[in-house]
């Protein structure tokens, strides 16, 4: 063993953890695959909020690095740590697009969420929420954010657009962006039905290429337009964020529900990743958890500060896992890979919004697996979860969404006799909510 080799296995633990460094390695390439689409996606869907593509790009990458590497490092955990899927929709076609706020007001709550998201975890708070949520409604919240992210992707491919009768309606299909969207779509579902890693990535590129060949989009005609030999700037974003307006705006659905999603969606993804790579002892104790969701808060503040939506662990860091990655390593090897994607920024300011809808909707498609862990023979458990689900893409809200959720939850069980089942937790919660609805 090489003393580099040496030193990464006795700072990771690797071989304690029944690893090597050369799958530790291999595991992180695998994870980098799986998540590099979010390169392509975040840019996009930030610039969607006003932000300047090229600096959402960097921000994205830069926030991706911090993260990545805190997680590795500090917390030693084989998840990779970017701009999640679902608050970055939120960020940009709620708090940006629906309430009409600025992008350095988001920004400002981004910061505050990760705030509070530390100050949760390093409390008993973090698990009072936790347990107070029924697991139904867990479940609901990750399949309403899925349908809205799809019906995102769908709007943008140009295959769901507005009518004036029907508030929606089928595209125009024979038009050429919808058509490669479904190429892409089809080409990215098939990948993923046999288990190819990079699936989504190579939907988003083979949807580009073929719109760069039906001439919807530029076709790079220099080296300069494919490769950076100057990083792209964070300066537009860099710092911008406006905490005071957040504050001034009185945000308590916003803040809410970053924080809210943040916390189940980290917590679901670090017990799930851990139990795939048989990390919970017979306890159900899982080492530097705490460290973890510390390790997400900080990245979400870091984001706000870099320039971009809230950070999470990303579930597909399991693709990693399976390849055998049990350490902190994978993550910092999927940073140095995120880093080195910098270089490529114009090609990736190339990718339009209608090749990254099939990344979209396949999202979509993953978390309605979620769906199963509802209890459909308690009607009291189900229409609370339909309500969620249904509310998000409808309103076009993920907050509304959860407000519906639990409003109906806490009424439907009190009014049917079950009221011991509803803790004061999420009393409180429906309240809020409940005013929230009525003042707004």
């Not at 940073?335 to 396949?362: E, K, Q, Y």
Request: include cysteine.
């Amino acid at each position: 063993m090489s003393a580099q080799s040496s030193f990464l296995d006795k700072f990771f633990s690797i071989s304690k953890k029944g690893s090597t460094v050369k799958t530790e390695i291999l595991a992180g390439v695998t994870t980098f695959m799986a998540v590099s689409y979010i390169i392509f996606v975040n840019p996009n869907i930030m610039h969607d909020a006003g932000m300047p593509k090229e600096a959402a790009i960097a921000a994205t990458i830069y926030a991706t690095i911090f993260a990545s590497l805190l997680m590795g490092l500090w917390a030693n955990f084989p998840i990779a740590v970017a701009p999640g899927m679902g608050l970055n929709a939120f960020f940009a076609y709620y708090v940006c697009g629906k309430l009409g706020l600025p992008w350095q007001v988001a920004l400002g709550a981004v910061f505050l969420s990760g705030v509070i998201f530390i100050l949760l975890t390093v409390t008993n708070i973090r698990k009072i929420i936790i347990e107070s949520v029924p697991r139904s409604l867990k479940s609901a919240i990750v399949v309403g954010i899925g349908l809205f992210i799809s019906f995102i992707g769908l709007q943008n491919a140009g295959i769901v657009v507005s009518n004036p009768n029907t508030f929606v309606s089928l595209g125009h299909m024979s038009d050429i962006k919808p058509i490669l969207t479904c190429i892409g779509l089809l080409v990215t579902a098939i990948l993923i039905s046999v288990q190819f890693k990079g699936a989504i990535l190579c939907g988003i590129l083979t949807t580009t290429i073929l719109g760069m060949a039906f001439g919807d989009v530029a076709v790079p005609q220099s080296l300069d337009q494919i490769l950076s030999f100057n990083l792209p700037s964070l300066a537009p974003v860099f710092l911008q964020l406006d905490i005071m307006g957040a504050l001034n705006y009185g945000i308590f659905s916003i803040l809410f529900t970053m924080t809210i999603v943040e916390l189940f969606d980290n917590v679901g993804t670090l017990i799930g990743v851990s139990s795939k790579a048989n990390m919970i002892d017979k306890d159900g104790h899982i080492e530097n958890l705490d460290r973890a969701l510390i390790s997400d808060a900080t990245g979400t503040i870091a984001s706000s500060l870099i320039g971009t939506s809230t950070v999470t662990s990303y579930v597909e860091s399991a693709a990693g896992v399976a390849e055998g990655g049990r350490t902190g390593l994978v993550a910092i090897v999927v940073a140095i890979l995120f880093a080195f994607s910098l270089i490529f920024a114009p090609l990736i300011g190339v990718v339009p919004a209608f090749a990254t809808a099939p990344a979209l909707i396949i999202i979509g498609a993953y978390m309605l697996m979620e769906i199963t862990h509802i209890k459909f023979d308690d009607f009291t458990e189900t229409f609370p979860a339909f309500m969620t689900i249904i509310m998000m893409p409808l309103t076009y809200s993920i907050a509304s969404g959860f407000g519906f959720g639990f409003i109906s939850y806490t009424l439907l069980k009190a009014c049917s006799g079950r009221i011991k089942e509803v803790s004061l937790i999420m009393w409180l919660i429906s309240l809020a909510f409940a005013v929230n609805f009525y003042l707004r």
